[in-house]
């Protein structure tokens, strides 16, 4: 419907403050279930969930188009990066205070009062965030609304396609995370007995390995181009799943999202970027709504048969005389996402091809990159290089240029 509806309007930021002030409007429900609808809470909860994420959804594909309108091609990659970095600092602030002060109130017996002002403050974010969308340049655009292929010549065409080839193995990757990444959080509070403060330190370590490292792979991706970060990250996302079935170790689970958030941060990054490269400039929103129905789908079919399977499979497996006794019966679950994911990077990561002129550069040499880089100085360098662009910007007098009449 979005990807329909901006081939028709002239401006887009109509279709995204619409679904971004739906989403801050979804938390008021949630805020005040458990007051009026107590016996109904659990599928309102879902519905309000959903309604968030199709809000967000709607706005997508205009977003997407216009980001491609304003960001330059040759620096897509660091901009995204900085993007995400200051994106992944508010979620482990936020992440933290939500977890201290949960944590807090739970002593209290006060937990809903926590949950309330994080719900109220996430609420409060989103108005704030449509606000500033609101204040975007729109330049103007020619685009062209989503038209249903013709089936004549239609599978030669995808085969063709690069569009195809990368939504394809990313809607695949996608469908075999699903089937563990939504009970990650069952698996550390309800089998691993990890307090509120344990999870939250558990998660926020992870953001702040993506944190650390997002300029990097902007960088690389700049340069060696976004599909070999994509390569080397989709490589090592399969055996993440399997590490968490080594120990419960709360340092071996921090280690292992140290990992997980290094590999999360080039894959994600590189992979949008890589996207903006094969959309044709006039069809992006098309595209993008193509793209995240696939991958929407996906995450959703991965979900479902990962929820049906952590209720049918049995505690105890026998395969080839080997038996297997799992510690927590989401184990097989887990396990069967990094098989899930080792067979679609095997199958298809491959056939995703660069499309932009970069610089060569193999597997092993951008591993040697990442291994020397130091999280920390690039940390230092860009905030010293953030406040030196600012003092170069500022009015030599600035009480001078604050005087009245100095118009």
């Known amino acids: 419907i979005s990807a329909w ?153 995808l085969r063709s396609s690069d569009f195809a080839r990368f939504t394809g193995f990313f809607a695949l990757m996608n469908f075999s995370v699903a089937i563990a990444s939504p009970f990650f959080t069952v698996y550390m509070l309800r089998d691993l007995h990890f307090t509120y403060l344990e999870y939250m330190a558990s998660t926020g370590i992870s953001i702040l390995a993506q944190f650390m490292t997002l300029n990097m792979w902007g960088r690389f991706g700049d340069i060696f181009g976004h599909r070999r970060i994509m390569a080397l990250t989709g490589s090592l996302i399969p055996i993440l799943p399997a590490l968490w079935l080594v120990s419960p170790h709360f340092g071996y689970i921090l280690a292992i999202q140290i990992l997980g958030g290094l590999c999360w941060a080039g894959f994600s990054l590189s992979a949008g970027n890589f996207l903006y490269d094969i959309m044709p400039q006039d069809k992006r929103a098309a595209y993008v709504a193509v793209h995240n129905v696939l991958s929407s789908t996906a995450i959703f079919g991965g979900a479902l048969l990962g929820g049906y399977l952590s209720t049918v499979i049995p505690a105890t497996l026998t395969i080839f005389g080997l038996t297997l006794n799992w510690t927590s019966g989401l184990w097989g679950v887990i396990l069967l996402s990094s098989v899930a994911r080792a067979t679609v990077a095997l199958l298809f990561l491959g056939r995703v091809q660069e499309v932009r002129e970069v610089r060569a550069v193999s597997a092993g040499g951008l591993m040697i990159r990442v291994i020397r880089f130091n999280a920390l100085a ?7 290089g953030r406040r030196r662009r600012r003092r170069r910007d500022r009015p030599a007098d600035t009480k001078l240029a604050a005087a009245p009449g100095a118009e």
């Open 5 to 157: 509806l901006a081939g028709f309007v002239s401006r887009r930021k109509p279709i995204i403050l619409a679904g971004v002030l739906i989403q801050a409007l979804t938390w008021l429900p949630i805020i005040w279930l458990p007051y009026f609808f107590p016996a109904q809470a659990i599928p309102i909860l879902i519905g309000c969930v959903a309604l968030y994420y199709a809000a967000g959804n709607f706005a997508t594909p205009a977003w997407n188009s216009l980001m491609g309108d304003l960001v330059p091609e040759r620096r897509r990659g660091r901009y995204f990066a900085r993007r995400t970095q200051l994106m992944s600092m508010t979620t482990f602030l936020s992440l933290v205070g939500a977890g201290l002060l949960l944590n807090y109130l739970e002593a209290t017996q006060m937990t809903w009062l926590g949950f309330n002002i994080a719900f109220s403050v996430a609420a409060f974010a989103r108005l704030y965030s449509a606000y500033q969308l609101a204040r975007m340049h729109e330049p103007k655009r020619v685009a062209q609304a989503l038209k249903l292929p013709q089936w004549r010549g239609l599978w030669p065409r």
């Open 378 to 384: 690039e940390v230092a360098v860009e905030l010293l």
